[in-house]
């Protein structure tokens, strides 16, 4: 993908396995995150499988598909994963003190310059991107303090 050379993934169900997959598929590198590492590494195994599936059914060269899954891997702690990612993707269900939390820690911890994005269903886009502006008004405030302090 054009300018992200890593990303992070915030949820590893259904949407996130499907953005990291298409991003891996684009050469970006990719931590795959969840609320712990059994179920990151879940979301992992279950995109290595689909990928396999897709080499099996003749739609993959099977070293493309070894390259994009060397790409992907998984994480449980969610500063770790979003350290020195470009883009950083929130794909949790839609449960607002949930994606309040979430937001408040990528806030607290992903780069001042990077994209943070919500991957959120029709009709509760007013949720997320409550939680996500709070959120980034105080990042926007630590990183106005550091430069101050600078
Ligand atoms: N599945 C769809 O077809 C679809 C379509 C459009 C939009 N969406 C939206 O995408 C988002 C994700 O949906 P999904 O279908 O992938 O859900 P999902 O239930 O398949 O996956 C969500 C994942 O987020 C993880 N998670 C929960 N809380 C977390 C936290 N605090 N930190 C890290 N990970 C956490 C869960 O363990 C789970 O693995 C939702 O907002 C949903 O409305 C989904």
């Known amino acids: 993908m054009d300018g992200f050379e890593r990303a992070a993934i915030v949820g590893a169900g259904t949407m ?13 590198a990719v931590s795959l995150c969840d609320r712990d ?9 279950t ?19 070894a390259r994009m899954l060397a790409r992907v891997r998984s994480a ?7 350290d020195g ?3 950083v993707v929130e794909a949790i269900p839609e449960v607002l003190e949930a994606k309040r939390e979430v ?18 269903g029709a009709g509760v886009y007013q949720w997320p991107a409550e939680a996500a502006r ?10 106005r303090s550091r430069e101050a302090a600078d």
């Open 16 to 28: 996130g396995r499907g953005i990291a997959r298409l991003l891996a598929g684009q050469g970006v």
């Open 37 to 45: 590492e059994a179920l990151a590494e879940a979301g992992r195994a």
């Open 134 to 143: 709070a959120a980034l008004s105080q990042r926007d405030e630590r990183l």
């Open 47 to 65: 995109l290595a499988e689909d990928v396999r599936s897709a080499v099996r059914r003749g739609e993959l060269p099977a070293d493309e598909a």
């Open 85 to 87: 990612a470009e883009l």
């Open 76 to 82: 449980a702690d969610l500063a770790a994963a979003v």
């Open 103 to 120: 937001w408040q820690r990528l806030a607290g911890c992903a780069g001042g310059e990077a994209v943070l994005t919500t991957k959120t």
